[in-house]
């Protein structure tokens, strides 16, 4: 069974940067998609990015293009999301999830089967 566990969340300045981590433990990264989402209490989750099973194709919501970068690294079976030029409009619950059926990547939050606990990404004005 796979389990995600992040790390990274944290307080920023507006502009500044956060790195990410998605740790899977329990069956091979290489072989399921992955992909981060953000909550805001009282909306929606929302889908940031998202990753193929190889890395090779990759997809970013329109409000982060340029900014985010999504990454894998499948020795260590962790996914990555690098956050630069942050705004207060990026704070959120930040989750990764797992499509544990899927190598292609996903954007649609039911096609993910696990997702991890969640980590704060505050940006301050």
């Known amino acids: 069974q796979v389990q995600l566990v992040e790390s990274g969340g944290g307080l920023v300045q507006a502009g500044g940067s956060l790195r990410l981590s998605c740790a899977a433990s329990g069956r091979t990264a290489s072989s399921y998609a992955m992909g981060w989402f953000r909550q805001v209490p009282g909306k929606d989750r929302e889908s940031v990015a998202a990753?193929?099973?190889?890395?090779?194709?990759?997809y970013y919501a329109d409000s982060v293009k340029g900014r985010f970068t999504i990454s894998r690294d499948n020795a260590k079976n962790t996914v990555y999301l690098q956050m630069n030029s942050l705004k207060p409009e990026d704070t959120a619950v930040y989750s990764c999830?797992?499509?544990?059926?899927?190598?292609?990547?996903?954007?649609?939050?039911?096609?993910?089967?696990?997702w991890g606990q969640g980590t704060q990404v505050t940006v301050s004005s």
């Open positions: 999830a797992a499509a544990i059926t899927r190598r292609m990547v996903q954007t649609r939050e039911s096609s993910y089967d696990v």
């Open positions: 990753i193929s099973s190889s890395g090779g194709t990759l």
